[in-house]
């Protein structure tokens, strides 16, 4: 589908819920607000903070990293046929003229310390909700030969100059079981056609992310200004890095047991925590898979997860919400926020929101963001102990800011309005990161 064919959708009544009319958009919100005023424009980066922007669009996930330096990465860039889910979509914000991946860009630029220049991508797994892909896109165009076509972080990269990719599997795709190049609307095939022509005409590196690795994603600017400051590679293709830095492969056995032909891409996310002082964060894409082990037994990987990941003050939730963040892997994190980045209805469902609500893990006050919590979703949960997580100002589209002070002793979370390109503050909450 291009750019026509998506905005005639946009139209049909399917798509009438995805044409921004989100509660009136409003600016205001009921959180505690000190640094920034509801209705105020968003103040940007500054030198020593580290910033995580969670990009609403209502298509797909990506999110924007800015380190203390000003070191930049986004991480994962989805565009896909979310207005074909009909009465499932959510609001496509600002509005469906556009694919994400403009949207996105456009975004970056807004925020973004160096322009158009990004140091690095990364795709956290090969689904067109967080890259693209052939079957849904904004353009096409012959290059060598073949149709080159827009979507996710080759749209973006229209716009932005990304000068070092990350990648799961890369250079092939057999880790850990063969990825055919059609899968998910061809998203290894497009993903495939992009590296070769950044390489080509614009010099772009592209490396295969470590299980275990310490500041493989690093700084580039000015490191050594801020010496507590590092990221920490926890999970990808299915192996998982133990503290000591030995590595738990958790499919080896089972494919050598069960001869499967796929492996579930979302147990193949990469994840990793960064530290800044005392602060933690903790992002691990769609992971949210089960296994069946020797004995017959089937374990969810997330629980493994959380024998190794360690505390986390915010925490992105996994598989956007959807039938994800198992009860150890909640437990090892005792985080105080959680950020769900949502494109559907079925996110956020109300078996991931009672786990992470339940105090049976751990005591304390937690609170989610998620891009947006639906009116519909709203009527359907009403009454339920764990609505009292969800933060109000998750109930129209937002783009959510995580910005870290320097020192890792403090933290804040701002909403900004998705509504318009106006970056215009609805919420600001400040906290104070946890003792560990």
């Not at 958009?25 to 910033?51: A, D, Y």
């Not at 556009?98 to 690095?120: I, L, T």
């Amino acid at each position: 589908m291009d750019r026509r064919d998506f905005i005639k959708a946009s139209m049909l009544s399917a798509g009438a819920v995805a044409m921004g009319s989100v509660e009136g958009c409003s600016v205001t919100g009921e959180e505690k607000t000190s640094g920034l005023v509801p209705g105020q424009k968003w103040t940007g980066w500054k030198k020593g903070h580290f910033q995580i922007h969670f990009i609403y669009t209502g298509v797909g996930e990506s999110a924007f990293y800015i380190f203390p330096d000003g070191t930049t990465m986004l991480l994962d860039c989805g565009d896909h046929d979310a207005i074909g889910r009909g009465k499932l979509a959510v609001p496509v914000l600002p509005h469906p003229g556009k694919h994400s991946g403009e949207w996105v860009a456009r975004y970056v630029e807004r925020v973004n310390p160096n322009g158009r220049e990004v140091d690095y991508m990364m795709i956290s797994h090969y689904h067109s909700d967080h890259a693209g892909g052939e079957s849904f896109f904004s353009s096409e165009e012959m290059w060598e030969g073949e149709p080159y076509r827009f979507s996710g972080f080759s749209q973006a990269a229209q716009t932005l100059n990304f000068h070092k990719a990350f990648d799961r599997c890369y250079p092939d795709l057999g880790d850990p079981l063969p990825l055919p190049g059609d899968f998910d609307g061809g998203t290894p095939t497009q993903i495939r056609k992009f590296y070769k022509r950044m390489q080509k005409e614009r010099g772009m590196k592209v490396e295969k992310f470590e299980v275990g690795a310490v500041n493989q994603v690093r700084m580039v600017h000015d490191s050594q200004a801020f010496p507590e400051f590092n990221i920490r590679n926890i999970c990808a293709n299915g192996r998982i890095a133990n503290p000591d830095g030995t590595i738990r492969d958790l499919y080896k056995d089972f494919i050598e047991r069960e001869h499967p032909g796929y492996i579930n891409e979302n147990g193949m996310s990469l994840g990793f925590v960064v530290s800044y002082g005392p602060f933690r964060f903790f992002t691990a894409g769609d992971f949210s898979d089960s296994i069946k082990m020797a004995d017959g037994s089937v374990v969810q990987i997330e629980n493994i997860l959380g024998e190794v990941c360690g505390s986390a003050d915010v925490a992105k939730v996994n598989h956007h919400g959807h039938h994800s963040m198992y009860p150890d892997l909640v437990k090892a994190l005792r985080s105080q926020v959680y950020v769900s980045c949502v494109w559907d209805q079925l996110h956020n469902l109300p078996d991931t929101l009672s786990r992470i609500d339940d105090r049976s893990g751990y005591d304390g006050d937690r609170v989610l963001f998620a891009g947006i919590y639906p009116p519909e979703r709203r009527a359907e949960d009403d009454g339920q102990i764990w609505q009292r997580v969800i933060s109000p100002a998750s109930y129209e589209g937002a783009h959510i800011v995580l910005d870290v002070e320097p020192s890792g002793r403090k933290f804040s979370i701002t909403t900004i309005s998705a509504c318009d390109e106006s970056m215009t503050v609805r919420t600001h909450r400040e906290f104070k990161t946890m003792e560990k």
